[in-house]
T-cell receptor, first 114, second 116 residues
Framework: SQELEQSPQSLIVQEGKNLTINCTSSKTLYGLYWYKQKYGEGLIFLMMLQKGGEEKSHEKITAKLDEKKQQSSLHITASQPSHAGIYLCGARVENSGGYQKVTFGIGTKLQVIP | EPEVTQTPSHQVTQMGQEVILRCVPISNHLYFYWYRQILGQKVEFLVSFYNNEISEKSEIFDDQFSVERPDGSNFTLKIRSTKLEDSAMYFC??????????????FGPGTRLTVL
């Protein structure tokens, strides 16, 4: 099973609509990151969340961390075509050896229709 | 704004050949990372590097892989004898510091490696 499950895997929304992407970890989280990736390009850092209940916003993007549920959500308000891309959650989780490792979700592909 | 740069943007090589992927991390950063992303799959951690040595590595990072910081600015990933399954996008990342194990990693644009 995936250590980080993202949902939905793809999303098509009308410009101006709000949307939410979720990321759930099967292991204890030691920090969670959200990145945006355009196809074939690098990852653009959006936000990092460290503490349970933490919420951060940047322009029209808000991310929250629910440490108890080991889950984070990314919410985009009034989506625009510039928001289109692949949203990746990444996290530090504990591996079988007791050390932390960095792992990523498969990504959520977002299309915004004008 | 400072950014991580990677060269080349695309590398094509024959199976069995050695390749070196190069990265220039952000200048005041102390931690360096390599990741790969096979087409259509998730980003996978390969290795992290601090103070001129490997601090963490994944099961993917076997003896065929090595990393080096040959001078004060470059950070390289070497694959000794490439296999078809090494074809992927390779991302370099760097971070300033690790605070309680948490860091913000800034990624380069990637090098697309194609092994024929």
């Amino acid at each position: 099973s995936q250590e980080l499950e993202q949902s939905p895997q793809s999303l098509i929304v009308q410009e101006g609509k709000n949307l939410t992407i979720n990321c759930t970890s099967s292991k204890t989280l030691y920090g969670l990151y959200w990145y945006k990736q355009k196809y074939g390009e690098g990852l653009i850092f959006l936000m990092m969340l460290q503490k349970g209940g933490e919420e951060k916003s940047h322009e029209k993007i808000t991310a929250k961390l629910d440490e108890k549920k080991q889950q984070s959500s990314l919410h985009i308000t009034a989506s625009q075509p510039s928001h289109a891309g692949i949203y990746l959650c990444g996290a530090r989780v504990e591996n079988s050896g007791g050390y932390q490792k960095v792992t990523f979700g498969i990504g959520t592909k977002l299309q915004v229709i004008p | 704004e400072p950014e991580v740069t990677q060269t080349p943007s695309h590398q094509v090589t024959q199976m069995g050949q050695e390749v070196i992927l190069r990265c220039v991390p952000i200048s005041n950063h102390l931690y360096f990372y390599w990741y790969r992303q096979i087409l259509g799959q998730k980003v996978e951690f390969l290795v992290s590097f601090y103070n001129n040595e490997i601090s963490e590595k994944s099961e993917i990072f076997d003896d065929q892989f090595s990393v080096e910081r040959p001078d004060g600015s470059n950070f390289t990933l070497k694959i000794r004898s490439t296999k078809l399954e090494d074809s992927a996008m390779y991302f370099c990342a760097s971070s300033e510091a690790r605070l309680a194990g948490i860091d913000t990693q800034y990624f380069g644009p990637g090098t697309r490696l194609t092994v024929l």
